[in-house]
């Protein structure tokens, strides 16, 4: 398996290696259910062209997103909750699990806390990476950890937009949860995935937005 396949199957390893019951990888009992989401915008380039992507299929997706960036688009934060999307924390800074002081860590979600809707109750730490003691004072905030059980490898500038789409295509099923990335990196291959999953599965499966 190459390095990407790896990343796709990491959630597997993750949960292995968490033992933790609590985080969430996928929704059980959803039927057709899927669930879309987009980590790390929001961003003034890719943002209302998802948002304007997902309208025309009538998709519901939900938005974790890096505080730092919603102080620079608060607008499109409201935007996003307006067209029925749920929203998410994703740190301020980006910030990296292992390699962040529990205290940094927990300011830092809740500073971006404090800049989402209230009643905002998801949160997804970047990269997937968060330590025990970080994940339960998150908890302890009233935040529900949700991971992902198919990456779309997007934000690889490496690979092309059609492995992408494979990746995700492989991977799809009822209550899966599939990450995008809203950012700079991802866009050439994020925009070619979307659109196509949305074309090929509207049909098969309903897209709405987390709410836990
Ligand atoms: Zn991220």
């Not at 990888?25 to 890719?46: C, I, M, S």
């Not at 003691?133 to 950890?145: E, P, V, W």
Request: with cysteine.
């Amino acid at each position: 398996m190459d390095f990407c396949g790896f990343v796709a199957d990491s959630m597997k390893w993750a949960k292995l290696y968490y033992h933790n019951p609590d985080f969430i990888y996928h929704l059980n009992g959803t039927k057709d259910k899927v669930f879309l989401t987009f980590d790390d915008g929001p961003t003034a380039r890719n943002t209302e062209w998802i948002l304007k992507t997902l309208d025309k299929y009538k998709a519901k997706a939900s938005f974790f997103m890096i505080g730092n960036n919603i102080m620079q688009h608060p607008s499109l934060v409201r935007e996003i909750v307006q067209q029925g999307h749920s929203v998410g924390n994703h740190t301020f800074n980006h910030d990296k699990g292992f390699r962040t002081g529990l205290m940094t860590y927990v300011q830092s979600v809740r500073k971006t806390q404090e800049l989402l809707p209230e009643g905002s109750n998801l949160f997804r730490p970047p990269y997937g990476r968060i330590r025990l003691k970080q994940a339960r004072s998150i908890q302890q905030m009233g935040l529900k950890i949700v991971l992902w059980s198919v990456i779309s490898c997007d934000y690889e500038v490496r690979i092309s937009p059609m492995r992408c789409y494979n990746l995700v295509h492989r991977r799809i099923g009822k209550g899966k949860i599939i990450v995008f990335h809203d950012s700079l990196k991802a866009e050439k291959n994020m925009r070619y995935v979307l659109e196509r999953v949305l074309d090929e599965y509207s049909e098969k499966y309903k897209f709405e937005a987390i709410r836990l």
